[in-house]
């Protein structure tokens, strides 16, 4: 019986082997794809930190609200910001499709995220950086081209409205030679309704312009070292630019501000600042009315006390006993006093002694006096007025630059128009006294260190002279 058992046991134990093979092979085959997930996701973390444009999902909001989904960019826009800074509002694609001729390798292509939706990039520059600059911010957001199996940066071109109305087509020297001769054959035309052929047509009404009746427009690539104040004023001819990025065929239309958007933050800026003025000058002008009212009841009170001394000399010269014995040495004595004092004024204050130099001391202390007494502080007075005469310059140079007529007077008020004028009148005058004063002090020091010097060429002329002397000896 037991050998028998022991046969009827072997095709069992022979059945059970190829199923045991059978489940390590798929125990094998599990552990491999969980190995090969593993070094996939090592390959996409090491990925990611090398070039982040290629995490998944970069482009998705951390919150994501339903119901208030928003239509997607497809225009990019040119916004200012208060700190002068321009910000670029940018549709940048963030899918881009996987290019298998160009992409050979398996672990990462050209696609930056499987979502669709366009997220705009936003960009701060300064308008006196080059574009150069706004090209190294755009290539930094995205992956490189393959060209050739090799990767390469994708060059950026900013492109503006050609300034002619016209097509500026390129043709050929035969097309362009019979050209000028259809224009000379015809009638001539009117020199004025036309625009000069080599003078730029220059409108400044940026995105508020009318639109082109063609939608083929003619666009000039501009250089890259090229300010951008300098690109946003001539792109400011047409109501839009745009941004090509080579490899990807990518095209991104931008908006041009306004002479309004671009000064927005000033002007709001100008007008809380002027209605801060506003307040402020009214208190000013009660002190300066107050100040120069004391000034001429001092000056009446001179007069008043000149007047006195004059009868009293009258009365005590015709009318005493003492008479001209008397009068004549004080009146001397007097009249000397006052000369020492009038060199004294001279010495103290640096300024010849006049009626206008002694008003003006007599106004500004009293003025001082005032003033702390309202409440008033001078210095953020000066300060204020600085920063509005500098923004209106600045906003004089801006609407220059975009062909506009600004008037100030209906942001700042006629009253804070003509304060302002009359402190940047004042300031001038100063100034003006002040390189006075230092030319003055400069002649002087000039010739002062000529006079040294001709001093220290005449004793080294008299020790020579010795030496020779000496020598005779």
């Keep these: 019986m037991q050998p028998d058992e022991e046969l009827l046991s072997r095709p069992n134990s022979s059945s059970q082997r190829p199923r045991e093979n059978e489940f390590d092979a798929k125990a094998k085959r599990l552990n491999q794809k969980r190995l090969d997930e593993h070094e996939e996701e090592v390959k996409v973390r090491q990925n990611q930190i090398k070039r982040p444009w290629v995490r998944e999902g ?150 508020e312009g009318p639109k082109r009746a063609h939608s083929d427009k003619n666009w000039v690539r501009w250089s890259s070292s090229t300010e951008v104040g300098d690109f946003i004023r001539d792109a400011a001819r047409g109501r839009e630019f745009a941004i090509e990025i080579e490899g990807y065929n990518i095209e991104m239309r931008v908006s041009v501000p306004s002479f309004g958007d671009r000064t927005y933050y000033m002007r709001i800026r100008l007008r809380r600042m002027s209605r801060e003025i506003d307040n402020l000058s009214k208190i000013k002008h009660e002190c300066d009315v107050l100040a120069h009212r004391g000034a001429h009841r001092i000056a009446k009170g001179g007069f008043a006390a000149l007047a006195s001394w004059w009868g009293i000399v009258y009365y005590v010269t015709f009318h005493t006993e003492q008479g001209w014995d008397l009068v004549e040495p004080v009146t001397y004595l007097a009249g000397l006093a006052t000369i020492m004092g009038g060199y004294l004024w001279f010495l103290y204050l640096n300024r010849d002694l006049s009626y206008k130099a002694a008003m003006n001391i007599t106004v500004s202390r009293r003025q001082h006096a005032l003033y702390e007494a309202r409440g008033f502080d001078i210095q953020r007075w000066e300060r204020l007025v600085q920063e509005a005469n500098a923004l209106r310059r600045e906003i004089r140079v801006i609407a220059a630059e975009y062909d506009v007529d600004w008037d100030d007077a209906k942001d700042v008020g006629e009253d804070v128009k003509e304060v302002l004028d009359e402190e940047r009148s004042k300031r001038d005058a100063r100034s003006d006294e002040e390189e006075k004063d230092e030319d003055f002090a400069k002649k002087e020091e000039k010739r002062r260190k000529k006079a040294d010097k001709e001093l220290e060429k005449e004793k080294e002329k008299e020790k020579e002279k010795e030496k020779e002397k000496e020598k005779d000896e």
């Design 58 to 207: 970069a482009d998705r909001p951390p919150v994501t609200e339903d119901g208030n989904e928003t239509e997607p960019i497809t225009k990019g826009k040119l916004l200012t910001t208060p700190t002068r800074l321009l910000k670029f509002i940018l549709p940048l694609p963030i899918t881009i499709e996987k290019d298998q001729d160009n992409n050979s390798r398996g672990d990462y292509g050209r696609s930056i995220s499987s979502n669709d939706t366009i997220q705009p990039l936003a960009l701060l520059v300064h308008p006196q950086q080059p574009l150069s600059y706004v090209e190294r911010l755009i290539q930094a957001e995205i992956p490189p081209v393959l060209e050739n199996g090799k990767e390469k940066i994708p060059n950026v071109y900013f492109r503006a409205e050609d300034t002619k109305g016209d097509d500026n087509k390129p043709t050929s020297r035969s097309e362009a030679a019979k050209s000028r001769r259809q224009s000379k054959d015809g009638a001539a035309h009117d020199v004025e309704s036309e625009s000069p052929e080599h003078v730029a047509s220059y409108s400044g009404l940026g995105h």
